[in-house]
């Protein structure tokens, strides 16, 4: 399992290293991207890191014109974050180059292993951090395109 996740991750390293980003930027458009106009709140609870380390990345994201914080419609004090057009376009990129490799992988272990291998995944995490992940968009977001949901 490391020895595969190493080679996945690997394999995005070359794009994030010309953007002068890292696994962490990559994480938070990944999440963005797939929840537009979700709370900080929740990308902590999503990514389960500190705030001061998420501060930080945002932060990057935001200097580079990657990601956007908007107010809450219903709370103006909380920070709703959206990937600009230029932060959908890189990580429509970095999907893609994971998605072509697990469709390799998916191809070769045949459908009954991947549902078995998805059904793995989702149980190594944990219960009740479930339900938090359960309204992913899992599409592809296209730049200049709305996401569906």
Known sequence: MILGYNHLTHSIDD??????????????????ARRPGLTVGGLLALLQVTKQSLGRVLTELGERGLVETRPGVQDRRQKLLYLTDKGKDLECRLFEVLREHLSGAYSEAGQGAVGGFWAVLEGLVPEDHRESIAGLDHEIPVPGKRASG
């Open 15 to 32: 794009i994030l290293a010309n953007a002068k980003l890292g696994r962490a930027h990559h994480r938070a458009l990944y999440f963005i």
